[in-house]
């Protein structure tokens, strides 16, 4: 089965700094998906990026990057200009392109971002 | 608007006392799921569904069901609800194909007593 870890329990930084956080995952597949979650105090959880393993040009959502290694099973989420929004709980996400794979999506335990003014 | 609806967005309950919590979505999603969130541990996937009529097992089954009669709707049911059950609940789908991204419910924190 898939594993995704996240090492970072807690991170901060400065407002208008840059901060990147780290995920690591385990799989023997070569097609899958992968995602970032946002979760704010809210405790929405909200979709912030995604990448396909089979793309090799990391995705980019405005302010919201990500440096995808597929050969050490990497991805990590970099925030450029973080803004007090920004803080939040982040999860990363491992999704199975097998629709009859019993963990469809699997988690990482999360990193909680904080930003200081 | 395109959304999972989730209910309640609080419940506190004693042991032993059935309970259900409802999920619906509006966007024909084949897929839905629950999960648990607790702290250090992420999200962990309690049931799953591909279609209606079809369930099965996630990471964290025991002492809760589903069943999915309708496209839209995936209740979950706590039979005998017990402390170590006291999480935050999430119901999500998306299409099937394996690049669609979950959509998610607004959460219900559960507390039994």
């Known amino acids: 089965a898939q594993t995704v870890t996240q090492s970072q329990p807690e991170m901060s930084v400065q407002e208008a700094e840059t901060v990147t956080l780290s995920c690591t995952y385990d799989?023997?597949?070569?097609?899958?998906?992968l995602f970032w979650y946002k979760q704010p105090p809210s405790r929405q959880m909200i979709l912030v990026i995604r990448?396909?393993?089979?793309?090799?040009q990391n995705a980019t959502e405005n302010r919201f990057s990500v440096n995808f290694q597929k050969a050490a099973k990497s991805f990590s989420l970099k925030i450029s200009d973080s803004q007090l929004g920004d803080a939040a709980m982040y999860f990363c996400?491992?999704?199975?392109?097998?629709?009859?794979?019993?963990?469809?999506?699997?988690f990482g335990p999360g990193t909680r971002l904080s930003v200081l003014p | 608007e395109a959304q999972v609806t989730q209910n309640p967005r609080y419940l506190i309950t004693v042991t032993g006392k059935k309970l259900t919590v409802t999920c619906s979505q509006n966007?024909?999603?084949?897929?839905m799921s629950w999960y648990r969130q607790d702290p250090g541990l992420g999200l962990r996937q309690i049931y799953y569904?591909?279609?209606?009529?079809?369930?099965d097992k996630g990471d964290v089954p025991e002492g809760y069901k589903v069943s999915r009669k309708e496209k839209r709707n995936f209740p979950l049911i706590l039979e005998s609800p017990s402390p170590n059950q006291t999480s935050l609940y999430f119901c999500?789908?998306?299409?099937?194909?394996?690049?669609?991204?979950?959509?998610f419910g607004n959460g219900t924190r559960l507390t039994v007593t």
């Open positions: 996400a491992y999704r199975s392109p097998r629709d009859n794979y019993g963990q469809n999506f699997v």
């Open positions: 966007m024909n999603h084949e897929y």
């Open positions: 990448q396909e393993a089979y793309k090799q």
């Open positions: 999500a789908s998306s299409f099937v194909p394996a690049n669609s991204p979950l959509h």
């Open positions: 799989t023997s597949e070569s097609d899958y998906y």
């Open positions: 569904s591909m279609n209606v009529e079809v369930t």
